[in-house]
DNA sequence: GATCCGTGGGG
DNA sequence: TCCCCAAGGAT
């Protein structure tokens, strides 16, 4: 049995438990995914749709946009965009060539809008270097979004290297398996070592890819499949029956609520006002209906009047309110309130944001509008469709 | 090392 | 309704 004391290392005990039941770890890993692993992840596939062999390589582009696509977000989620991506940039060069515009629009509704920002970024760095994409994992990692655990799963992917990987499931398969009694970021370089141990030395693709099945379809966040794991006789969380309680959270911090008025403001001749925000931050780059936060004693068309005189200088007559909801990011709570306004005197100008335009709203489409804001042009287009 | 960065689905 | 949280990286 493996002894129960932890530290950022593995004792000299705990490395040769490790050693001994590798090789059953591994094998019965790879024996499940050949079972019940997913193994027709379209970049994970041939141009011509096989199961690419050991030694076979695949294209490192789609492989690199999936990958990123991936950071913190389901497969599922992820999956659609993808596809629009490759049909609407299906190679380095036309990504390259793209606008800032364009590449942001595709991205809409995905979410941590810089990751579109750095492979554009990374696009045109190369292209301009006259380069392409490097396909092992130390080149990978020079290029911006790409920590070490992406550019190891797009190395072993696209070229079956002995780059193992650190994702938010394999740390919650391993804090299970050695019961960990703490949040897996204290393990330090710990489950660094674990990967590196355990690593099948015939190349990583199939290997990481099991080992994030396992964590995402069998070791689940809530309801881990335990009858069904081939590691169930291994495991420690198991032994003890504190499977449901790993790994370790740390304490969520509070998330504040915040009330933010929009306006929807129309011009004389129907067209409609937007601002695109800061190219870096919060929603970097993407297109806004003016607004902000209520402050305490005012109503929301009161907010409204504020923020856009204070925003975009112009005073208007806010009102009547065009719809209510919640949205929620990571850290905080809003709810949004939108009031059709009509302009009482200024000239629009970016105070807070890059650039205002006036744009007829059957246009707004062409924007890249963040899912909120994406949300109040639905309700304008039907708004003004009924009326 | 703690914090920031979106969104949508599930319990 | 509410909370949880996901194929992380950069600062």
């Given amino acids: 049995m493996m002894p129960g004391k932890w530290s950022t290392a593995f004792t000299q005990q705990q490395k040769a438990w490790l050693r001994r039941v590798a090789p059953h770890l591994v094998s019965s890993l790879l024996n499940w995914w050949q079972r019940h692993g997913r193994r027709d992840l379209p970049w994970r596939l041939l141009p011509d749709g096989r199961q690419p062999g050991p030694d076979d390589l695949l294209p490192v582009y789609p492989v690199w946009v999936a990958e990123v696509m991936l950071q913190q977000t389901r497969l599922t989620v992820a999956l659609p965009f993808w596809r629009r991506w490759r049909s609407r940039f299906p190679d ?3 990504l390259a060539a793209a606008s800032r515009q364009e590449v ?24 301009a270097a006259g380069r392409s994409l490097p396909t092992d994992r130390a080149g990978l990692e020079q290029l911006p979004g790409l ?20 994702d938010g499931n394999v740390q919650r398969v391993l804090a299970r398996l050695l019961a960990f009694p703490a949040p897996p970021r204290q393990a330090g ?21 099991a080992l994030m099945d396992l964590g995402a379809l069998v070791c689940r966040p809530r309801a881990p499949l335990c009858q069904g794991c081939p590691w169930q ?65 005012e109503t929301m068309a009161e907010t409204v009047a504020r923020e856009l005189q204070e925003e975009v200088g112009l005073t208007v007559a806010a009102g009547p309110e065009l719809l209510r909801f919640d949205h929620a ?59």
Wanted: contains cysteine.
């Fill in 92 to 94: 380095l060069e036309s």
């Fill in 104 to 127: 942001l629009h595709c991205w809409q509704g995905l979410g941590y809008y810089v990751r579109a920002r750095r492979l554009h970024e990374a696009a045109i760095r190369l292209a």
């Fill in 147 to 166: 920590g070490r655990t992406t550019a190891a799963a797009i190395a072993a992917t696209v070229g079956n290297s002995p780059d193992p990987i650190l």
């Fill in 189 to 209: 370089p710990l489950f660094w070592t674990m990967v590196e141990l355990l690593l099948d030395h015939r190349g990583a693709r199939d290997f990481n890819q």
């Fill in 233 to 297: 006789s291994h495991c420690h969380a198991y032994g003890k029956g504190i499977q449901r309680q790993l790994p370790v959270r740390q304490a969520p911090a509070p998330i504040p609520r915040v009330m933010v008025g929009v306006g929807i403001v129309l011009d004389h001749r129907g067209k409609v006002l937007i601002g695109q925000r800061q190219p870096d931050g919060l929603l970097g780059g993407l297109w806004e209906f003016p607004g902000g936060k209520q402050e305490p004693g």
């Fill in 329 to 387: 990011y990571t850290h905080r709570r809003l709810t949004f309130a939108a009031y059709l306004c009509r302009v009482l005197a200024g000239e629009a100008r970016p105070v807070a944001s890059q650039q205002v335009a006036w744009v007829w709203p059957r246009d707004l489409r062409h924007y890249p509008f963040p899912a909120a804001h994406a949300r109040m042009v639905q309700a304008l287009g039907e708004h003004l469709g009924g009326a």
